[in-house]
């Protein structure tokens, strides 16, 4: 079946434009992850939600990134006024269970974010 | 809170040769601990989790990993590599129970380059 996607796949942005990043979980999928993958950082939690709401923001880096998920499914990743620390490869991930259980985490193939 | 430390930022080894990815992790609560495996220009994939029960636990693709619990350990195993074993390897680990133990956090990763 399909498996989570994100788009677009790679976006070049000038500092100080917003930009929006799209994951479509796996159907059905009631948890939605996203996390920044940078060289030397790892894979960084940003942000989880729970159908539409998102009890943890605690990874989103500043103010200036937000996220919101709809109808359970679709989850955009907003970046107000980017900065070159911004570029990172950014990761959404899904999965049918709760956290905390040793679920497994279907991660896209992410988006590649350059800011100029 | 949890941390991961993989040992081994690059693994260069041969086709057909064993190889070892080594992962520590540090945890005030029981934990889940996991390895995933992301090829270039892909999302993470996963190899193999611990859940609970038996410590040798088998993954896709010939893998396994040993959880140690009083090393803190949990090291991916292959008895014999493939050149499309080439990739980066991640290990991660998450909390049992609520509170803000469910987060995933990974390692830094291990590149695994095998030569012909």
């Known amino acids: 079946g399909a498996g989570v996607s994100q788009s677009p796949s790679n976006k070049v942005t000038e500092k100080g434009k917003d930009v929006e990043l799209r994951c479509d979980p796996i159907?059905?999928?009631?948890?939605l992850y996203w996390y920044r993958q940078s060289l030397g950082q790892g894979l960084e939690f940003l942000i989880y939600?729970?159908?539409?709401?998102?009890?943890?923001k605690s990874g989103l880096p500043s103010d200036r990134f937000s996220a919101e998920r709809t109808g359970g499914s679709v989850s955009t990743l907003t970046i107000q006024r980017t900065q070159q620390e911004d570029s990172a490869v950014y990761l959404c991930?899904?999965?049918?269970?709760?956290?905390?259980?040793?679920?497994?985490?279907?991660f896209g193939p992410g988006t590649r974010l350059l800011v100029l | 809170a949890q941390s991961v430390t993989q040992l081994d930022s690059q693994v260069p080894v041969f086709e057909e040769a064993p190889v070892e990815l080594r992962c520590n992790y540090s945890?005030?609560?029981?934990?889940?601990l996991f390895w995933y495996v992301q090829y270039p220009n892909q999302g993470l994939q996963l190899l193999l989790k611990?859940?609970?029960?038996?410590?040798l636990v088998k993954g896709i693709n010939g893998f396994e990993a040993e959880f140690n619990k009083s090393q803190t350990s949990f090291h991916l195993r292959k008895p014999s590599v493939h050149i499309s074993d080439t990739a980066e390897y991640f290990c991660?680990?998450?909390?049992?129970?609520?509170?803000?133990?469910?987060?995933?956090?990974f390692g830094k990763g291990t590149l695994l380059t095998v030569n012909p």
């Open positions: 945890s005030s609560v029981s934990v889940y």
């Open positions: 939600f729970q159908g539409n709401s998102a009890p943890d």
């Open positions: 159907s059905g999928h009631t948890a």
């Open positions: 991660a680990v998450s909390g049992k129970g609520g509170g803000s133990n469910y987060k995933l956090t």
């Open positions: 611990y859940l609970s029960g038996s410590t």
């Open positions: 991930a899904s999965s049918p269970a709760r956290p905390g259980t040793g679920e497994t985490q279907y």
